[in-house]
Structures are given as C-alpha cells and as structure tokens.
C-alpha cells in the first residue's frame, strides 16, 4: 500500500538560515511577518473586537520578549510566501494571508542595523503539533490587549492596530448589509 500526501501538507521541520538569499532596500535589511490570529468559538456577536479576536504571539529566540512571528524576506518568494514560511517556522501555524497591514522602518536595538518590516494579518486555520522552532520559542494566544502589553516592538504594537481596525471596519461593513437587507425586505 502506497501513501500518497499533499504538498501542502508537508512542513519542512527546519528552518531556513543564512542572510545568501536575503533581500535588502538601500542598505536595509527586508523582512516580513504576520499577526496570526482567530476569533473565540462562538462570541461572534459582540461589536467590539477585542472581545472576540484572538492572536498568537511567540517568545524571542534571545531573551524574555514576545513579539509576532517575523524574518528575512528572500529572493526566491513573494513578501506573503516569505511571511507565511516565517509563521509556519516561528509559530507552527498555517492559514490564510491577508493584504498587507503596513510597512515600517526601525533599528535593531541589538545590532547596527537598519530594517524595513512589513506586517501581514494571517487567519489562522491550522495550528501543527511539530513545527521547526518548536524547541527554541513557546507560542500563546492570547487576547489583543494581552498582546500590546507583552509585544517588544513599537511597530507590531502598530500592526495590531491597524489589524483591529481593519476588522473592525469589515464587521461593521458586514453588519450594515445585513441590516440593509432587513430593511430592505421589510418594505416590501
């Protein structure tokens, strides 16, 4: 009896390394990351956000901070297929990536080094049980608020907000169609 398993189901339990395939952007060091996030199982009817959205962050890999899942952005892929390899090797999570949440220029506050950082929202549809950091980094979920207080870096704390209120504006985008609809019919 032969198996046979989707590609796409296959992760890769080591994580790339080496700055080789690296791209840079006038001397700066391109990466990208997601906020990988999903909403409480039944309480989606609250209008505010926060109370229903979860998302995933991860210990650093040096020192007691946690951030979102984020790295080098290569030649071989795309900014989204970068962002969502990081993830997949970061945070051992996998689902749908979103349109970009913004771009941000920042320091290394270890190292003399310039970076441009681009932030994706990733619906998460997939959380694996072996995942190539699994050893090195505990990931958690937890609530938006929980996030803002332990995320390390200015930008993702930026990031976040901009994911809240881009929610936010598609909830209620959704919410006004379907009270359009009601009303709609009711004057039939």
Same mark, same amino acid.
């Given at each position: /009896?032969?198996? *046979?398993?989707?590609?796409?189901?296959?992760?890769?339990?080591?994580?790339?390394?080496?700055?080789?395939?690296?791209?840079?952007?006038?001397? @700066?060091?391109?990466?990208?990351?997601?906020?990988?996030? @999903?909403?409480?199982?039944?309480?989606?009817? &609250?209008? =505010?956000?926060? =109370?229903?959205?979860?998302?995933?962050? %991860?210990?650093?890999?040096?020192?007691?901070? +946690?951030?979102?899942?984020?790295?080098?952005?290569?030649? =071989?892929?795309?900014?989204?297929?970068?962002?969502?390899?990081?993830?997949?090797?970061?945070?051992?999570?996998?689902? %749908?990536?979103?349109?970009?949440?913004? #771009?941000?220029?920042?320091? &290394? #506050?270890?190292?003399?080094?310039?970076?441009?950082?681009? +932030?994706?929202? !990733?619906?998460?549809?997939?959380?694996?049980?072996?995942?190539?950091?699994?050893? *090195?980094?505990?990931?958690?979920? +937890?609530?938006?608020?929980?996030?803002?207080?332990?995320?390390?870096?200015?930008? /993702?704390?930026?990031? !976040?907000?901009?994911?809240?209120?881009?929610? +936010?504006?598609?909830?209620?985008?959704?919410?006004?169609?379907?009270?359009? &609809?009601?009303?709609?019919? &009711?004057? !039939?």
């Amino acid at each position: /009896m032969v198996a *046979v398993v989707s590609q796409e189901n296959v992760v890769a339990l080591v994580s790339r390394t080496g700055r080789e395939l690296q791209r840079y952007r006038k001397g @700066r060091r391109q990466v990208v990351g997601c906020i990988p996030y @999903r909403f409480k199982i039944g309480e989606k009817t &609250s209008l =505010d956000v926060y =109370d229903e959205l979860e998302v995933l962050v %991860i210990s650093s890999q040096k020192g007691k901070g +946690m951030l979102f899942p984020k790295g080098g952005w290569e030649l =071989d892929e795309s900014k989204k297929e970068a962002a969502l390899r990081e993830t997949i090797e970061e945070a051992g999570v996998r689902g %749908i990536v979103g349109g970009k949440l913004g #771009k941000w220029s920042f320091k &290394s #506050k270890t190292h003399d080094t310039f970076y441009e950082g681009y +932030m994706f929202p !990733l619906l998460v549809q997939e959380q694996l049980e072996f995942w190539p950091e699994q050893n *090195v980094r505990q990931r958690i979920w +937890m609530s938006v608020t929980e996030a803002r207080d332990v995320c390390q870096h200015w930008w /993702m704390k930026e990031a !976040l907000d901009r994911l809240v209120n881009r929610l +936010m504006s598609q909830k209620l985008g959704r919410e006004k169609q379907v009270l359009g &609809s009601k009303n709609a019919k &009711s004057d !039939l």
